[in-house]
């Protein structure tokens, strides 16, 4: 089944405690991205990637990373997570690297995650 | 990419027709128009794209005026289970990959 999987699904840390939330797409997409989603702001993007080894910063990129060493693989990586983290993240990938709004995004479930 | 406006909430009864608007004043002219559908507690997904004029899946149509400044999105005789937060995006060829989701819409469906 063509799917966007994301790990954990909840999560709870405390702050400074780095984290790892892994991304992985079946489907042999170019461009993947992740975004946060917080009540009365919608989704907002925080990294993009169009291919390996090429990523860029979306519209709220502070305090995270990213990395794309293989082409299914889009981890999200908080290194010091504080408060202001808390949200809902998804992953979501698309077929072509020109990430155009007007390819279909395929969207993970989702991570919920809670910084103490 | 074009900011998008579109109505924080909407209301609605089962077997309705729902018309949600999105304005769009700075659409370049190689931008599409896309519609995403998220339920709570999923990813969202596509319903329907479109370029001009109107668009029609088992799902939706798209209305797109001729001046391209607003698009709507319409759902024929809504049901509880379309309720749900609709996205409008807009963007095309243009200088940048970011995608600008916007807030979105949440549309309630009652019985």
């Known amino acids: 089944e063509a799917q966007v999987t994301q790990n954990p699904r909840y999560l709870i840390t405390v702050t400074g405690k780095k984290l790892t939330v892994t991304c992985s797409q079946n489907?042999?997409?170019?461009?993947m991205s992740w975004y946060r989603q917080d009540p009365g702001l919608g989704l907002r993007q925080i990294y993009y990637?169009?291919?390996?080894?090429?990523?860029d910063k979306g519209d709220v990129p502070e305090g995270y990373k990213v990395s794309r060493k293989e082409k299914r693989n889009f981890p999200l990586i908080l290194e010091s997570p504080s408060p202001n983290q808390t949200s809902l993240y998804f992953c979501?990938?698309?077929?072509?690297?020109?990430?155009?709004?007007?390819?279909?995004?395929?969207f993970g479930p989702g991570t919920r995650l809670l910084v103490l | 990419l074009a900011k998008t406006t579109q109505p924080i909430s909407m209301d609605s009864y089962e077997g309705q027709e729902v018309n949600i608007t999105c304005s769009h004043n700075?659409?370049?002219?190689?931008?599409?128009i896309t519609w995403y559908q998220q339920f709570p507690s999923q990813g969202p997904r596509f319903i329907i794209q479109?370029?001009?004029t109107k668009v029609t899946n088992e799902v939706a149509s798209l209305f797109i005026p001729a001046d391209r400044k607003s698009s709507t999105l319409s759902l024929p005789r809504v049901s509880l289970s379309d309720t749900a937060v609709y996205y409008c995006?807009?963007?095309?060829?243009?200088?940048?990959?970011?995608?600008?989701f916007g807030t979105g819409t949440l549309l309630a469906v009652q019985p």
């Open positions: 700075n659409i370049a002219t190689n931008d599409y």
């Open positions: 990637s169009m291919n390996v080894e090429v990523t």
């Open positions: 479109g370029y001009k």
């Open positions: 979501a990938s698309s077929l072509l690297g020109t990430g155009r709004a007007q390819e279909t995004q395929y």
């Open positions: 489907m042999n997409h170019e461009y």
């Open positions: 995006l807009v963007g095309g060829r243009g200088a940048t990959n970011k995608l600008i």
